[in-house]
């Protein structure tokens, strides 16, 4: 079973910007769909961004659009997710998550993935 092993979180002042990779050692990325995910407590996981890999095509949650960027370096086999101008709500638990599909990769909820890393922290203070 392929790990996925994300990195990058870290403690950011309000307005600040983070960079999260997640390591997705796949043999090939024909015909997944990758994303990110976070979850707070007491929260339920939702989708911030995913990436048709055979496209790239991007797609972002409403609360993220303008502010994070999805991108895949398919040659490192990493997926990245750029975050700039963090807000206090954006504290969260950050998970990559991948799934092979020929259906949209936009929406799907994390029960539509079925690969998963270990989660890497993001916390924002005002």
């Known amino acids: 079973q392929v790990q996925l092993v994300e990195s990058g979180g870290g403690s950011v002042q309000d307005g600040g910007s983070l960079r999260l990779s997640c390591t997705a050692p796949?043999?090939?990325?024909?015909?997944?769909?990758l994303g990110w995910f976070r979850q707070s407590p007491g929260k339920e996981r939702e989708g911030v961004a995913s990436?048709?890999?055979?496209?790239?095509?991007?797609f972002y949650d409403d609360s993220v659009k303008g502010r994070f960027t999805i991108s895949l370096d398919n040659d490192k086999k990493t997926l990245y997710l750029q975050m700039n101008s963090l807000k206090p709500e954006d504290t969260a638990m950050y998970y990559c998550?991948?799934?092979?599909?020929?259906?949209?990769?936009?929406?799907?909820?994390?029960?539509?993935?079925?690969?998963w890393g270990q989660g890497t922290q993001v916390t924002v203070s005002s």
């Open positions: 990436i048709d890999a055979d496209g790239p095509i991007p």
């Open positions: 998550a991948a799934v092979q599909t020929i259906s949209p990769c936009w929406p799907r909820s994390q029960s539509q993935y079925n690969i």
């Open positions: 796949l043999t090939s990325y024909d015909n997944y769909c």
